[in-house]
Nanobody
């Protein structure tokens, strides 16, 4: 079983920044360096949504307004994915999860069969 362990969440005021990390413990058949990894979030009463994804070679895609404020990155040697979040707003308050598909090398979506980390809470106050 692949383990995804997030950290770095917390409480900040609007306009502040946080850097989330996701450490990945591999198992046979899951090679981190070739896996597309994603950050997803879920706010209370809302559906899960994608924030950003990053391919094994570093190509990135952002969703919603995260492209202007968030940066996803990875360190394949450390098997870690990062999400730098700047200029946070109360609308960013959510549980943030690190995600990877269970089968194949595609990128995760809310509809794919995924590995999910336990999440790290981000709370932004106005």
């Amino acid at each position: 079983q692949v383990q995804l362990v997030e950290s770095g969440g917390g409480s900040v005021q609007a306009g502040g920044s946080l850097r989330l990390s996701c450490a990945v413990a591999e198992y046979t058949g899951f090679t981190f360096s070739s896996k597309c990894m994603g950050w997803f979030r879920q706010a209370p009463g809302k559906e899960r949504e994608g924030v950003a994804i990053i391919y094994g070679d570093g190509i990135t895609t952002y969703f919603g307004d995260s492209v202007d404020r968030f940066t996803i990155a990875r360190d394949n040697a450390k098997k870690t994915v990062y999400l730098q979040m700047n200029n946070l707003s109360p609308e960013d308050t959510a549980m943030y999860h690190c995600v990877a598909v269970k089968y194949g090398d595609g990128c995760p979506t809310v509809h794919t069969d995924n590995y999910w980390g336990q999440g790290t809470q981000v709370t932004v106050s106005s």
